[in-house]
């Protein structure tokens, strides 16, 4: 099946410094891409969608100046989380879509663990 | 808009019984709907999806789910469980035609030897 990795796996950086987590598909080409968090013990949250070439698509009340995204190629998004503070610590996780056959699915990466001290 | 519930937030079962995690959804259009996997501190698997057809849905390991139209609901079913199949649950939907997935909050499975 379809993998997505996402690097780094965790990450722990001090307040106010910025972090970015990639995400890629690695065996096939992925036109869209989606960011989503996750709080302990709750679900995903979709946060953005990113679109290879264009400017991403943000959710409502998700700050898109804090998280960038970036979708440079059909293989690659980032999420750039901007002078981090404690409360942007969770659980981030990244999927892709195919444009082929399955393309209702998504893969999901094995996801970024961010703690900000 | 759509929206999923997963009404049992812990469900504890022993080894080798049979398990049912519920979930029930709303939408005002038609929909596809997925089960997936969450194993601690990992991303997602899919365990299985309905897009069309067949009301009743095989997945991986054991499990399947069926789609009730009439109840709006797609309940998940394992006739054995084992210990490896303690982990979180999540049930999503999305609109036909649409790449945004709704996810429901999610259900604890624990199998207790």
């Known amino acids: 099946g379809a993998v997505v990795s996402q690097h780094p796996s965790r990450v722990i950086c001090k307040s106010g410094t910025s972090v970015k987590i990639e995400c890629r598909s690695l065996?096939?080409?992925?036109?869209?891409m989606f960011w989503y968090r996750q709080f302990p013990k709750q679900s995903l949250m979709l946060m953005a969608t990113s679109n290879e070439g264009s400017k991403a698509t943000y959710e409502q009340g998700v700050e898109k100046d804090k998280f960038l995204i970036n979708h440079a190629s059909l293989t690659l998004s980032t999420l750039t989380v901007t002078s981090a503070h404690p409360e942007d610590s969770s659980f981030y996780i990244c999927s892709a879509m195919t444009g082929g056959i399955g393309r209702d699915e998504q893969f999901f990466g094995p996801g970024t663990r961010l703690t900000v001290l | 808009a759509q929206s999923v519930t997963q009404l049992d937030s812990q469900v504890p079962v022993f080894e080798e019984a049979p398990v049912e995690l519920r979930c029930n959804y709303s939408?005002?259009?038609?929909?596809?709907l997925f089960w997936y996997v969450q194993y601690p501190n990992q991303g997602l698997q899919l365990l299985l999806k309905?897009?069309?057809?067949?009301?009743l849905v095989k997945g991986i390991n054991g499990f399947e789910a069926e789609f009730n139209k009439s109840q709006t609901s797609f309940h998940l079913r394992k006739p054995s469980v084992h210990i490896s199949d303690t982990a979180e649950y999540f049930c999503?939907?999305?609109?036909?035609?649409?790449?945004?997935?709704?996810f429901g909050t999610g259900t604890k499975l624990q199998v207790i030897p």
């Open positions: 065996d096939f080409q992925a036109t869209t």
């Open positions: 999503a939907v999305t609109p036909k035609g649409y790449q945004k997935v709704t």
């Open positions: 939408s005002s259009v038609s929909v596809y």
């Open positions: 309905y897009l069309s057809g067949s009301t």
